[in-house]
């Protein structure tokens, strides 16, 4: 099964793609974590994207475009994806359409996560993550000891984009860019919405139901 996440910044793509990846095998391909990798490590296209991800704004499509393409034709990904925030421009959306006919694969299902804007900004500002991968809440989803992390014990940080000013921002970038490709998949009729308010295991009992129809 191939699967897109589509949903607002802070609308629980990662948490829930950790537990959609685990129960139904699918490889979590996220193009921010991607993204942020490549910053840390000071690569050039860490460097580039760095700019954009501070400020709020996209990064280019053609370097997203390039990331998806390598990634999509590794062996790991034969049996079955999750792309968590690719695609998020019509372009992006084009190229995919382009790509994956090639590599002999197609979108079985979008996944539209819909929480309302009030409810993005307090998940954000107040996340916290571990390197491990695993996401916390300080009020929604807190680790049992402050600050460490359950599955690992290391210390929990804070995203550099998740300040208000710049959750403000990629709200805007997701209204104004991303949400048109809700319409562009409906057309498909491969669009399945799941409201994301709620405890985090009743909305992927949600989510579980809507895949197992897949
Ligand atoms: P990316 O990392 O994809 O960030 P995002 O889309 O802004 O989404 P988030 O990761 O912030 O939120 P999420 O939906 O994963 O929520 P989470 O599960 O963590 O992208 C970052 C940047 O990279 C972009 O701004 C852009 O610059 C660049 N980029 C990436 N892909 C790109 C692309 N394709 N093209 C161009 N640029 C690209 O949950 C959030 C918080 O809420 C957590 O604290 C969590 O514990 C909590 N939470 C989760 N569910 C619930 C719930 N039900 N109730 C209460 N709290 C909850
Ligand atoms: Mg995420
Ligand atoms: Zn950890």
Redesign the pocket.
Known sequence: MNIV?L???????????KMIAEKYGVVHI????I??ENVRNGTPLGVE?KK??EA??????S??IDI?KDRLAKDDVKGGWML??????MP?AEAMDKILPNLGQKIDVVLN?D?PDE?LVK??T????CKCGT????Q??PPKTEGKCDACGADLYQ?A??TEETVKE?LQ??HAQTQPLIDYYDKRGIVVTVI?????KE?FGKVAVALDKI
């Open positions: 996440l949903g607002p910044p802070g609308s629980g793509k990662g948490t829930q793609a996220s193009t921010g974590d993204l942020r994207a954009f991800m709020g704004k996209l990064v280019p499509d370097l997203l998806i968590d925030g690719y695609p998020r421009t992006q996560i929480v409810e998940r954000v107040g996340r916290r993550m996401t916390y809440h300080v929604f989803n995203r984009d998740d990629r970038a997701y994301g308010v709620g405890d985090i909305i």
